[in-house]
């Protein structure tokens, strides 16, 4: 008895794309409290053009996104991070120091 394999649109040799989880980087260290005072570690969730990177991108839980947000209004506030990327141009990077 021969059993008919069926494809369902993809070649034989190919494997399905399973999309890896992202995992909360937050949550991994154990990181309560998000300081607005260093923004090179909030730097890699705020886009080149400023924004604030949503988080199936920054792959960070609820719960930090929404402190993630906080702090980066509070550091835009005071001038660590940038509102809109004319101001990266032109700093270039000024408040990254550590």
Not at 61 to 82: F, G
Request: proline fraction near 5%; hydrophobic fraction near 35%.
């Amino acid at each position: 008895m021969a059993v008919a394999r069926v494809t369902r649109g993809r070649k034989w040799g190919r494997a399905k794309y399973v999309p890896r989880r992202k995992f909360c980087s937050f949550c991994k260290n154990k990181i309560e409290v998000i300081d607005y005072k260093e923004p090179a570690k909030l730097r890699p969730y705020v886009s080149d053009r400023g924004k604030i990177e949503p988080r199936r991108k920054g792959g960070t839980c609820a719960r930090h996104q929404r402190l993630l947000a906080t702090a980066v209004k509070r550091a835009r506030h005071l001038a660590l991070l940038p509102y809109v990327s004319a101001h990266i141009r032109g700093t270039e990077g000024v408040g990254l120091r550590d």
